[in-house]
């Protein structure tokens, strides 16, 4: 199984600028690698596939690189709305396994 | 409107048994995978378990192995998950998704509580 680490656990971001979080997997996983979204009470929501690749209706503030073992989700110029937890999952092979999440918190 | 509709979940005693439902509604739900995640309260997702369109293949945690049974009917347009010999590990919100525009999971259902409390 394919091992998914986060880092930080916690980042304090003031409004207005930008955030910058790390996944690792164990192995390569190509570019098969997704970033979720999830705020209290709320399901995940689906930000980038394919590692670089927003989803529709993905503001352009949210971007995401790598690929192999290394990927990083960057938000320019937060916004109020964007603090939540981030989990990045791989899809390259089943399980399709998460990280253990990163809360973005307003500084 | 695509759209996931989890049910079943509640307050069921360790050792017992549960079945989640999910009805799915506006894609034809026999050409997708299907899968469960979980949360457990204050943590993060775990994939649980999936199935592939035709029933014929289907996965599960090791967590979970062995005591769950995931299955589809896609005449009801409706995916189960049968749960036995729980425990308090299990208690968690339990969320149906598919990948259904991309390979990710971008549909998610509102998700179900299950709480194993004696």
């Known amino acids: 199984e394919i091992v998914m680490t986060q880092s930080p656990a916690t980042l304090s971001v003031s409004p207005g600028e930008r955030a910058t979080l790390s996944c690792r997997a164990s192995?390569?996983?190509?570019?098969?690698l997704a970033w979720y979204q999830q705020k209290p009470g709320q399901a995940p929501r689906l930000l980038i596939y394919?590692?670089?690749t927003r989803a529709t209706g993905i503001p352009a503030r949210f971007s995401g690189s790598g690929s192999g073992t290394e990927f990083t989700l960057t938000i320019s110029s937060l916004q109020s709305e964007d603090f939540a937890v981030y989990y990045c999952?791989?899809?390259?092979?089943?399980?399709?396994?998460f990280g253990q999440g990163t809360k973005l918190e307003i500084k | 409107e695509v759209q996931l509709v989890e049910s079943g979940g509640g307050l069921v005693q360790p050792g017992g048994s549960l079945r989640l439902s999910c009805a799915a509604s506006?894609?034809?739900?026999?050409?997708?995978?299907m899968h469960w995640v979980r949360q457990a309260p204050g943590k993060g997702l775990e994939y649980v378990s999936a199935?592939?369109?035709?029933?014929?293949?289907?996965y599960y945690a090791n967590s979970v192995k062995g005591r769950f049974t995931i299955s589809r009917d896609n005449s009801k347009n409706t995916l189960y998950l049968q749960m036995g010999s729980l425990r308090a590990e299990d208690m968690a919100v339990y969320y149906c998704?598919?990948?259904?525009?991309?390979?990710?999971?971008?549909?998610w259902g509102q998700g179900t509580m299950v709480t194993v409390s004696s």
């Open positions: 999952q791989q899809y390259n092979n089943w399980p399709g396994t």
């Open positions: 192995q390569s996983v190509s570019s098969n």
């Open positions: 394919g590692a670089s």
């Open positions: 199935i592939s369109s035709n029933g014929g293949s289907t």
């Open positions: 506006g894609f034809t739900f026999s050409s997708y995978a």
């Open positions: 998704c598919i990948g259904y525009e991309y390979d990710a999971f971008d549909i």
